[in-house]
């Protein structure tokens, strides 16, 4: 296939839609001329809003740099209350949750409170019975000594009754 050309007469302009040949830049620069671009605008078909003048008059500017002005220093204030909210909402936020540690410690020291108190009840209850044990003990040898000294004098009643019987 043979590349396409775009040739007026004999000139040469490069391949379609090339741009970048002088011989074409120079052929668009006559015809502008020529045909003098770009053509003349044309009324539009709709009718147009009229253009609003570029000036504004004092009184109205004043009032509006004014307001502007109060409404930057509204802004402002605006700001700063924003600001002293928020820091008071981080610091009652700070506050709540120490209060919620100091009721998790406190919580946990009543219930290690309550561990030593089981603990020194049961330790008061194990010393009263090893005094009761002792107590006992010490009953009850004598009671033993008691009952074996009747044993044996029974025992030796009861030899010399047999003694004397013989």
């Known amino acids: ?4 050309f775009l040739c007026k007469g004999k000139e040469f302009f490069g391949k379609k839609d090339c741009v970048t040949y002088p011989s074409y830049a120079d052929w668009i620069k006559d015809r502008i001329q020529t045909v003098l671009f770009p053509f003349p605008i044309e009324k539009p078909l ?20 004014l307001l ?14 924003v600001f002293s909210f928020k820091q ?6 700070h506050k709540l949750r120490e209060r919620d540690e100091l009721l998790v410690i406190e919580e946990q020291r009543r219930a290690l409170e ?18 009761s044990k002792a107590k006992m003990e010490r009953k009850y040898k004598a009671k ?5 000294k009747q044993l044996q004098d029974k025992n030796v009643q009861f030899k010399e009754e047999n003694t004397q019987r013989l």
């Open 1 to 4: 296939m043979e590349p396409y």
């Open 46 to 65: 709709y009718p147009q809003e009229p253009d609003h003048p570029d000036f504004v008059p004092r009184e109205y500017f004043n009032k509006t740099f």
């Open 68 to 81: 502007n002005k109060k409404l930057k220093q509204e802004k402002e204030e605006l700001s700063m209350q």
């Open 88 to 93: 008071e909402k981080m610091d009652l936020a």
């Open 114 to 131: 309550e561990v030593e108190e089981e603990i020194k009840k049961k330790h008061r209850e194990h010393e009263s019975l090893k005094v």
């Open 144 to 148: 033993i000594k008691r009952l074996d």
